[in-house]
């Protein structure tokens, strides 16, 4: 089996990113998208989705493994993901889901995705980004009363566009081993 | 709660009057009973062989993965030796769980309780203080170990069984194994895993899942009718992938052939009778396979194994009780055909509620590039955010949650679509073969096996 | 799980001895046993009427709204020729569910698993590809639509059965249709719905919320006492609100009367006997009524029926098994009095859990701002954030609670409280009519009636 | 039936309006605004919270109905809502919470009101912001261990006094068709 | 469901042979099994003496706390008398929880649903609007009141049973009383509770918890072996502690006695029969106890048990059937040796849910600063978020889970660690002594006084 | 029984403490502090955390009790806490939790700290300040596919360092009377 997908993500020995300040001008712009993000994935306004994603994205939810302590680095596991997409194909989904038959998710689930705890770091490119941030799912279908929740970190690399930001990369580590949903036609 | 040896519910009902097999119908209540579920979990699940995994998952001595068979836990491990083992997940002293983590390498598996240890074969180790002896005496040391169950690989797949003597597993594929045969054993090498399984709960009765995967052609029409929305000119090419000649056996297994000359443009002559073999198989190889590997196929099948698998190959199915395995041909811009599979399981979790656990592989020796261009693909469409297979997963509950209805449960699931045109022309292969439009024959016979085991007391 | 025929429950006890009539207590265990719970759902929910909405939700041809019987989901569908169908929400194929929204507009109903569509009257349409009769032919076309339940509008108001030859649903209303028509008849116009039913979740069983609505008066001074605090005196008020006359039958159906004159100063004078229907009209019209309307009102409602409106009109109450209504008089800065209703049904969801369901409705041709302050006054009290309903709903999952206890669910409901008055003087109703404070009489006629009910074999 | 209360929310043809940056002083006052009415409400300061309500109030709570995609318009139905309050009666729902027998609360649920994505607006009126926000509520009676959780975003309309913000307008977009407590006792 | 009278669960297994006494085996069904489960409720927790809390905890007239007996709330209340009653939380009207508030004072607790008041021993004192009489004559007023608990009080600790005519408390601890004693009984003040006990849900079944109590030493060795590895010195350290005299009865009660020259350096002669006892208690005093206390000690215990106190003390063990005990030395920086003690029950939620309530004592009298620091180091330790019971907790829901499985629970509990030991020399105590390395008698013990209780029909 | 521990936390007669303003400087590091502390924690590095602990901490965590409306002010309790810690017993939590035996943190639960609601005051000391902060922890472990969701306050005192702030004191208010999870191995 292909393990060579699996890494170590919680300890980095490399000297620490630079940090883009909190109450920062570029801070706060970040802030305000992702925002805005999440209202437009919660109101299904995926054409103003789609195009946020960068042409060259790279978007990724991988698996979650339980392994001891000894192990901890290889409880992300990115060779079956849950998510392995290009621009196009996150495209192709978002057409699907506003079309007249992706029935997984018509009537539409109620989502919710809160976005806490956002940390933004420079990266080695000039107007590149990286943002960590917290997002806490919730969904609602049909008559549930008991809200399904899924809690997450989000990974992200983002571009700055002068009077936008794009989503250049997006990578979901998700807080569970077996997704307590029976599908992920929502995008994280 | 029943007996053992029940052959009624305890409400009154025969258990084989659920199958009514004169009107070709299943009580709707068989997906919402926990009385039946309790039943399945002995006479399905206790005695058939399960698929747990492959081996290219444990290749190492003392690699290990933790799956389930039915509701319960078993450790698949690999011994020095490089045999494989499966032992039930449930320490000899007390019951505590002896492994606890999803996959690693071990040779000494240590119940964090009270210290038990066991081989990867199961085999009991000892005890902490060995003086003290605190395993006793009243149990030899041989009979401590962990329950095992039967082994058997096929083509790598890891199949087991608590059914110590049933029957063999070539005598539980039946015939049907000439076609699988085709699909697994095709090459010297074999498929390979990419990856652990994708895993996800589904509100659903694990038969919601397992009929569907006998080959229920007919709800692609509807249910996944936007891939004629976005990839169709209008509605034609999804009722054509309707015909196909299906395949089943007495117990339950099923096979979706299609034509190879209906698929392809490329392959528009191969039914015509005048190519041979081998100017079908440069123009169009087996998924996965390249030119050149004609010869180690050839020795791998018969030839009217090759035959089938150059005009009609099985693509889609399943391996009764819940396995569901499709076979993807992906077409690259270079011409190549790759070719991918997945192979599903779905656990029972309770009379609700099932897990899915999707394997996705590769033939071995296939590029890295490639490999991961397959495996997007095949996560496009199947699994956790599968295009197709989201769909799936968001009915299998609706159908549970009407079953869970006073009312709802007294309905029933009808299997009335027979196929009645004469089996297939020149057909090559053995078990049953259908012909023509996806019929519910296949899925019946499902339910036909469902009912013996069903009926037997355990 | 008990056969159909069953008079006993598994541990022995006799259905019948749970409801003890020489004490007039109820073994509390009814809240919380699941095996009565699956017998109430054939022996109640499979048997009597059952309210699921009203026509003004579905005023157009092919509107339809989705909504439960039990623990059934059903389709309320208007057809073409403007008739009202209810239609269990189960396909006939294989037990999907056919309608996925809570309302909508449609003349078929298309499942999306394989696409079976059905009338907005439930029968079958067909299956696609028509030339391959998918829907086989063991069972004509003419079975294979959805399961229909009977159907009776009364007074707008959608009631349904699986009872296709039990008593109709007059039979059902009984001597108690008197009152009710009262309420539901008065006008010509009726009633309409403001709007689609609040849903929600109370994890308490069903008949918590059952029982109570059979007019149990008496909680209102003790945990509704916020309304004296709030809005009284010192006490006195609420406790003159428990004088009136229940009226009950052997039904378990169940109303309160108020004397108008003891509960508006306006109206002192009512009850002198000397003042003509059309003075006292004048000064208090009904609910929802305007002065010009008596002539309407006295053409649907007999002498006596008017008499009593004028007099002790019936304000609150339920209808056996699932029902509660409301009729709130909401008086106006300007001095008119205005009049609103709600209904509930409880849904059972399990032992222990009910979903509330609450309609709010007006007098048709109301003023749309008129509307607004009745809805707005309506859901102030009742409903999900009502400030005396969620007291209630806070305290049947108590009760539920106690009856899962084993010790708890030994424990008894008693109804001891009897009125010994004489029948009120001079009443012009019919069925059981009691009077002066209010006691458990009607609720105790509830619990005999599902004691007859689930003591019958289904 | 009265169906003219239904409305499309989610698309608005309407040119976008001004936003009030995340940074800047009226957003921060605006942040400080909705920790503190959430703390109010956390620990029953009651009296504390009406005073934040402006006289004119409008506070409402609309059904969320499952409505095919094609008539995602008519997922939130405005016609017979949970709540429809003004301020004389939100105040009276106050006192009566902090009275002897609001049996529905007494003993009081532990809730938390956690507030994200807060987005603030211009209206045409000056002084007059528009403020969207997230909200997740944990509710926890008696001796549940499962906490009640319910998401929704609150779409608020607020002035400004100067010293201080009041309530003019709150509608509270539930994320459940069927709520999944047994009242709502408490506000949102 | 059973009747009540079954000796055998209705897939005819009997109830005796689920622990087989030839091969002292469990099977690991009674850890999953609904049906075990309820029978439990009645004859174990319908039974025996439960632990619900100690006296200090409503040192007032009126003082309540709410606790739980098995699956029923009840209400533990202290009367102008001093008594302490113990009161089934069911109202005598419909069954609502009378009180709804984890603790509190009140001479009254009244229903909020109608209103009918109760004093603190549960008598009936009259229902709102008394010349109504609201509750009826068909039951005296005497026998409204909440079902009363027979009570009593060890200790300060307060101990109820539904088992009115059963055995007494002391003919329940039996001979394990002398022990006990040592603990509870040794100082005129005795022990008084800190605080509320922390309260928390650990997803297993309660005997996976009850079981161990009955002093499982051998666990300690491997599930917290952190122990060795943050204050040991490679092992040894544990070890020693797993030799000691476990004592137990025929009644499921167990302890660990731990001798005092093997745990402190200070007292490395208390064995060697030299040192008289006030020697020895003025070099390490009882747990708690200061040195000037000894007179006082001597008042409250024999001369035996004296001696066994400063040599080989009760430690740790258990009051079937679900009340763990833990004493905790201290060493001070002073030299002082602080003592507390901490005692949980598991409380039964349901087949594979239990709540683990753990209370912390110090002796009364201790100064509040001592207080404090004894506090912190037992919770530091036990409970919630004590290092040592944390392991525990995330321990029984494996075992569970593993009871669940359909070939799991067919699996054992084995006990077959005997002490084959010639009884303790010199041993002072009555009871079942066991010395020498931690076996698994204790335990079984707990199991055979299970199954008698469980064999007995109610 | 000890009740003095018991105390009334809702209501404060003292004048209102001093806010540290959203947006300013400080506030901007201080909510940079906890993200960071957040994802220390979720991704394990107790060394980390274990370093911004003052050596004069004190960390608890009380209990919660249902209590009726009129003794509200009981529904805090301090007296058996479910944490109450020094620097020292942290220390010796956290290198328990990094050894090799703590099972019942092996394999480790994954968990996520949603941080929200922050509010900043000054206290009565130079250079030490109040943090208000609401708290979603997600935890879950093996194959739960229902999360443990627990809500709560954190009523912090921080230090400020210069280059870093270290906590000081940490009461968390968490919302349930029952906790719903089987142990609190994992740091709020
Ligand atoms: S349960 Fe595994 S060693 Fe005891
Ligand atoms: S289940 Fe409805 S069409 Fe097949
Ligand atoms: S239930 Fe307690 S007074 Fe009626
Ligand atoms: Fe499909
Ligand atoms: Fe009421
Ligand atoms: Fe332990």
Redesign the interface.
Known sequence: ??TA?NDATETQPAPPPRRVPIGSPLYNRILETYYDEAAMLDELRYNEWIAWLAKDLRYT?P?R????LA?HDQSI?R???????DYG?MA??A??LG???????DPPSRTRRLITNIRVELTGTEGEYRVLNYMLLTRS?FEQTRMAVLSGERRDRIRDLGDRFELVEREVIIDQ?????????IFL | ????TSTT????TRIADLVRTE??EVE?RV?SDA?IY?LE??RV??KTWLLLGHA??I?NSGDFVMRD?????VIVARDRAGDIHVS??????????VC?????NTQIH??????WAFKPNGDFIGS??AE????????PKSELGL?KARVHIYAGLIFAT?NLDGPSFDEFLGEMKWYYDMIFQRTAGGW?????????????NWKAAGEQSAADG??T???H??LD??FGNGGSEL?ST?YGVEVGSDHGHALRCQSLSKKFARARDFDSGTMSVEERWNILPAPGCTPDMLDEVRKNLTPEQMEQLMTNPPQVGGIFPNVLLACIYAPQPDGRILGSMALHTYIPRGPDRL??V???FAEKGTS?ED?QTM??NT??ML?????V???D???????T????????RK????Y???NKLPPPANWRGPAKAYDG?T??DTQWNWWMYWRELMSIPA
């Not at chain 2, 997940?89 to 769980?97: D, F, I, L, Y």
């Not at chain 2, 606890?100 to 690693?104: K, N, Q, Y």
């Not at chain 2, 003290?132 to 149990?139: A, D, F, I, P, S």
């Not at chain 2, 390979?192 to 659903?204: I, S, W, Y």
């Open positions: 089996m292909a997908a939810v698996q493994l339980t392994r001891l192990d596991d060779s079956v993901m849950h998510y392995d997409e194909m192709a989904r057409r699907r079309g007249n038959s992706a029935f997984a998710e279908r081993s077996v997704l307590g949903m029976p599908n992920l036609a | 709660m029943l007996t053992r519910l305890s409400d009154g009107t070709r709707l997906l009385e309790e979990m002995e699940f206790g290219s998952e290749p068979m039915g509701n319960d836990s039930l997940n449930v320490c000899a002293h007390r019951g505590m769980r606890l983590s999803d996959r690693g240590k119940c964090v309780y009270h210290g902490p203080i003290e002896k605190m395993h006793g005496e009243l149990t329950r608590w390979e895993v990419l990856g652990p399984p994708q895993r996800f709960m589904v509100d659903a007919f709800h029409l509807t249910l009718r936007w929305e976005m009722t309707m897990e899915f999707n394997w996705v890295e490999k495996l997007r996560i496009f699994g956790t955010s599968g295009l297979e989201q769909d997963s968001d009915t299998w509950p609706h159908m949650a009407s079953a869970r209805g006073t009312q709802g309905m029933t699931m009808k009335q679509a027979i439009f019929k519910d």
